[in-house]
């Protein structure tokens, strides 16, 4: 299964592939030459249906857990001043993707979206500490009455060159639902209430939808 963000890119990739392949057997003449360039371009199209995959994934709701909204690999706990919307300290967990991650952004919680805001900017590698505050990203804030408000900040990286992001204020956020996409390499910020007990450690590897990432009893 697929996301649909990558169908135009599938196509365009599998019609490149097979004019490729069929021009090389056509044109050259090199055995070993032509061979080596076919497995490549198959390896090129195994890599973007890879990139692009859409697994399902079986999200226990639970009003009282936040679940990762990425697949990856956390590379930051710690507590922090959060600036753009709650203008106090949160912990934040960061959650970087490879290109080789499923890149699906999944809504942590579920509640009711009350603030949703794209904001253009640079594409510095993903792990740089200025990248929160200067790539481009969305920041989503989803609330319920039992955690509160939970912000997630998807982040573009020095491959990512496009976020796509399907929260809109004053939606109602399914937990472990779709929420977005972003595309070649990147890492999402989840910013927590101060008293959630965070359940995952660093470098642990996460899956979105599943994991869970915090409580709050």
């Known amino acids: 299964m697929f996301h649909k963000e990558g169908y135009k890119i ?3 990739t599998l019609t490149i592939v097979i004019a490729s392949v069929l021009l090389f057997d056509q044109f050259i003449d090199v055995f070993w030459l032509r061979t080596l360039l076919m497995v490549f371009m198959l390896a090129f199209l195994v890599l973007i249906l890879q990139f692009f995959r859409n697994p399902k994934r079986i999200t226990t709701l639970e009003n ?3 679940v990762s909204p990425v697949d990856g690999k956390v590379v930051v706990i710690e507590e922090v001043f959060e600036k753009e919307v709650f203008n106090d ?3 934040q967990v960061s959650v970087f993707m490879s290109p080789l991650n499923v890149h699906v952004t999944r809504y942590p919680i579920g509640g009711n979206v009350t603030y949703s805001k794209y904001h ?3 594409f510095l590698v993903a792990w740089h500490p200025k990248s929160s505050e200067e790539n481009e990203r969305t920041t989503v804030v989803v609330e319920n009455d039992h955690f509160g408000k939970v912000l997630y900040r998807q982040i573009a990286g020095a491959l990512a060159k496009r976020i796509v992001n399907y929260a809109k204020a004053e939606d109602q956020a399914i937990q472990g639902s ?3 996409f972003i595309k070649f390499g990147s890492r999402v910020d989840l910013y ?3 008293d959630a007990d965070i359940k995952v450690e ?3 590897k996460v899956r979105g939808g599943e994991s869970i990432i915090a409580e709050k009893v």
């Open 178 to 180: 779709d929420s977005g």
């Open 120 to 122: 253009p900017g640079k």
């Open 64 to 66: 009282h857990t936040v």
């Open 89 to 91: 300290k949160r912990i």
């Open 202 to 204: 660093l470098n642990q």
């Open 10 to 12: 599938i196509v365009i």
């Open 192 to 194: 927590l209430p101060l």
